[in-house]
T-cell receptor, first 115, second 112 residues
Framework: GAVVSQHPSRVICKSGTSVKIECRSL??????MFWYRQFPKKSLMLMAT?????????EQGVEKDKFLINHASLTLSTLTVTSAHPEDSSFYIC???????????FGSGTRLTVV | GNSVTQMEGPVTLSEEAFLTINCTYT??????LFWYVQYPGEGLQLLLK?????DKGSNKGFEATYRKETTSFHLEKGSVQVSDSAVYFC???????????FGKGTRLSVIA
């Protein structure tokens, strides 16, 4: 089946630095990818919809200048957390829907810890 | 609005007990419905889905039936195992490239 590879799985960074998370569709083309954030013991909150070749659509309350999304190809979307702060520590998960497919495939998630 | 409501946990059951996790949705139109499972420290895995009314999704002994009249998609399993301990998320979406909308998740703990 469709596979989405997300890297890194864990990252620890210092406050003020930037972190890039990659999400790749391995065996299909994903024109649209979704980025979610999950707080401890909470549900997944949709952050943005990433569209290949165009600007991402951000959900209300999500800072687009802080969470930069790039979807430069049909198989790769990246989320960059800029000037990270401890409150950005969270579990970030990407998801892709195969064109014409009937389901959603999720990456394995990235646990970000900002110290 | 469009949302998904599922029963709050945590749910603790003994091995071989019957499981029900309730899920209801509000939506205009006819969404597709999903159950995802998240094992400790891992990402989400699709457990089962249903795309139209009266469809029954099933996998690994879990079942859920798309009930349009009650706008529900309750998850059931006749005999749970310790390995079923995880967080279960109900979700819905529509056709096209719309994102999944998740319920808050229900943590299940099965004890031997």
């Amino acid at each position: 089946g469709a596979v989405v590879s997300q890297h890194p799985s864990r990252v620890i960074c210092k406050s003020g630095t930037s972190v890039k998370i990659e999400c790749r569709s391995l065996d299909f083309q994903a024109t649209t990818m979704f980025w979610y954030r999950q707080f401890p013991k909470k549900s997944l909150m949709l952050m943005a919809t990433s569209n290949e070749g165009s600007k991402a659509t951000y959900e209300q309350g999500v800072e687009k200048d802080k969470f930069l999304i790039n979807h430069a190809s049909l198989t790769l979307s990246t989320l960059t957390v800029t000037s990270a702060h401890p409150e950005d520590s969270s579990f970030y998960i990407c998801s892709a829907r195969e064109e014409g497919g009937h389901g959603y495939t999720f990456g394995s998630g990235t646990r970000l810890t900002v110290v | 609005g469009n949302s998904v409501t599922q029963m709050e946990g945590p749910v603790t059951l003994s091995e071989e007990a019957f499981l029900t996790i309730n899920c209801t949705y509000t939506a205009t139109g006819y969404p597709s419905l999903f159950w995802y499972v998240q094992y400790p420290g891992e990402g989400l895995q699709l457990l089962l889905k249903a795309t139209k009314a009266d469809d029954k999704g099933s996998n690994k002994g879990f079942e859920a039936t798309y009930r349009k009249e009650t706008t529900s998609f309750h998850l059931e399993k006749g005999s749970v195992q310790v390995s079923d301990s995880a967080v279960y998320f109900c979700a819905r979406t529509f056709s096209g490239n719309t994102p999944l909308v998740f319920g808050k998740g229900t943590r299940l703990s099965v004890i031997a």
